[in-house]
């Protein structure tokens, strides 16, 4: 990420979740830290998102119509390199989590982790990603 | 059975962001204990895992622990194939629901 990047205002979120209570705790949870560009309930929705959007980090759930975090965070890292992401794991043995890891995604955050802790943990994801350069589409 | 600093965290005490939030979890929670149970009856455990899992995550975000801890014993089950006690695991989840309801309706207008 180079200088020129950096756009005023709060960093741009996407939420990527097929239950609609878990967009809801979140996107209540990051209001104020974090500017929602949009939520979307499986992974084509992610990445067209993403795409249209570039937001500075994408939250995508691991059990996701459509092929899931993995495949959402694979069309991600190609469409919109600069968006960090992380992942929302309900099991913390998941070997899905790893998978995601090694697909470009920063972290993985469990369900139920309280405000201060993810909005610390997004931040920091949008520093690493950035302070690492954009990710590169294999 | 829910941990109310979940909620407090999540809405900053606002009582319309509670109540809707609230309002979105029991409705859901509901039909996926109603899902469950159907479910169970027609010994489909590729059916209770999935739904079992999305109500574990749900419930663990808005801190109704009985129904994440009740919601993951009947994912277990499901995942296994080994649907054999799931019935009782069922019936720990419709209490939990109940206990929660009776907890958490008061803060919405919408289910009481």
């Known amino acids: ?138 | 059975v829910v941990d109310p600093s979940y909620l407090q965290d999540i809405t900053d005490g606002d009582p319309t962001l509670t109540a809707t939030l609230v309002d979105l979890f029991l409705g859901q929670a509901g039909g996926q204990v109603h899902e469950l149970a159907r479910g169970v009856a027609a010994g489909d455990a590729a059916s209770v895992a999935s739904v079992a899992h999305t109500l574990k995550g749900s419930a663990s975000a808005v801190g109704a622990q009985r129904i994440a801890a009740a919601a993951s014993r009947l994912g277990d089950a499901g995942h296994s194939g080994d649907l054999s006690g799931a019935t009782r695991l069922q019936s720990e989840l419709e209490l939990a629901l109940r206990a929660t309801r009776s907890i958490l309706a008061p803060r919405s207008p919408e289910v009481a």
Request: proline share 7%; glycine share 10%.
């Open chain 1, 1 to 138: 990420m180079t200088q020129s990047d950096v756009r005023p205002g709060p960093p741009r979120l996407l939420i990527a979740d097929d239950d609609p209570v878990m967009c809801s705790v979140l996107g209540t949870q990051l209001r104020t830290e974090f500017h929602l560009i949009g939520e979307a309930r499986d992974a084509d929705g992610a990445i067209a998102l993403a795409v249209e959007h570039q937001p500075d980090v994408a939250l995508l759930d691991v059990e996701m119509p459509g092929g899931g975090g993995l495949r959402a965070a694979q069309g991600i890292r190609e469409g919109s390199p600069r968006t960090a992401m992380v992942v929302l794991s309900g099991d913390e043995t998941d070997d899905m989590v790893l998978r995601l890891l090694e697909a470009g995604v920063i972290t993985y955050v469990r369900k139920g982790t309280s405000k201060a802790e993810l909005t610390e943990l997004l931040h920091a994801s949008i520093r690493a990603h950035g302070a690492t350069g954009a990710a590169t589409p294999p």
